[in-house]
């Protein structure tokens, strides 16, 4: 079974940074590939990153620069850090495990609760 638990979200000025994490059942990181999405209200759910098993990422243009996708193995937790951030940031951000091929990551149906990011002065 693939449980996913994220945290980390909060309130933050335009420019500050934030580190979300998403804990995951153990052995995910051997068989998944690990995605971080997020969706504002009235749009669509859209990729932020993605890191494959061998520990390629994909990043949308976007967050490239901005947003970093990371894993600790140890830990069965997945993070991403994200800097100099935007009002067009505040959305709310899931944990999925997918698949990654062909340098794309594409989402399989697990994911997180969700963990509010809002961006405001």
Not at 47 to 62: D, N
Not at 93 to 113: D, R, V
Request: include cysteine.
């Amino acid at each position: 079974q693939v449980q996913l638990v994220e945290s980390g979200g909060g309130l933050v000025q335009p420019g500050g940074s934030l580190n979300l994490s998403c804990v995951a059942s153990e052995g995910i990181f051997s068989r998944f590939a690990m995605g971080w999405y997020r969706q504002a209200p009235g749009k669509q759910r859209e990729l932020v990153a993605g890191l494959s098993v061998a520990g390629r990422t994909q990043y949308p243009e976007f967050v490239r620069e901005r947003f970093t996708i990371s894993r600790d193995n140890a830990k069965n937790t997945v993070y991403l850090q994200m800097n100099s951030l935007k009002p067009a940031d505040t959305a709310v951000y899931y944990c999925n495990a997918g698949t990654f091929y062909a340098g794309s990551y594409s989402p399989f149906g697990y994911w997180g609760q969700g963990t509010q990011v809002t961006v405001s002065v």
